[in-house]
């Protein structure tokens, strides 16, 4: 079982910056995905990003793209979301989400989440 724990979050003023952290327990899997969700209040969660295993850069959803970066750092066993230019839109939990691929059998993992709160 992975455990994943995200932090980072906080309150930020409009055009401001934050970084998020999912710190994940360790797996060897070689097929993955990691995604960041978020969900505002009264709102569905939505997707905001993903990085697949050797498959090339992250992709952003158009509400974010351009100003939010993904990265992994595998010897931290750690996955960032850096966001610039916050707007009150931004607003909501910040999740992680796993998904493992074994074999055509997925497994999903969901961190606990971590609360951002943009002022305008």
């Known amino acids: 079982q992975v455990q994943l724990v995200e932090s980072g979050g906080g309150l930020a003023h409009t055009g401001g910056s934050l970084r998020l952290s999912c710190v994940d327990s360790g797996f060897t899997f070689s097929s993955y995905a990691m995604d960041w969700y978020r969900q505002a209040p009264g709102k569905e969660r939505e997707w905001v990003a993903t990085?697949?295993?050797?498959?090339?850069?992250?992709r952003y959803a158009d509400a974010v793209n351009g100003r939010v970066t993904m990265s992994r750092d595998n010897a931290k066993n750690t996955t960032y979301l850096h966001m610039d230019r916050l707007k009150p839109d931004d607003t909501g939990v910040y999740y992680c989400?796993?998904?493992?691929?074994?074999?055509?059998?997925?497994?999903?993992?969901w961190g606990q989440g971590t609360q951002v709160t943009v002022s305008s």
């Open positions: 990085m697949i295993s050797d498959h090339g850069p992250p």
């Open positions: 989400h796993l998904v493992r691929n074994s074999g055509g059998a997925f497994s999903h993992y």
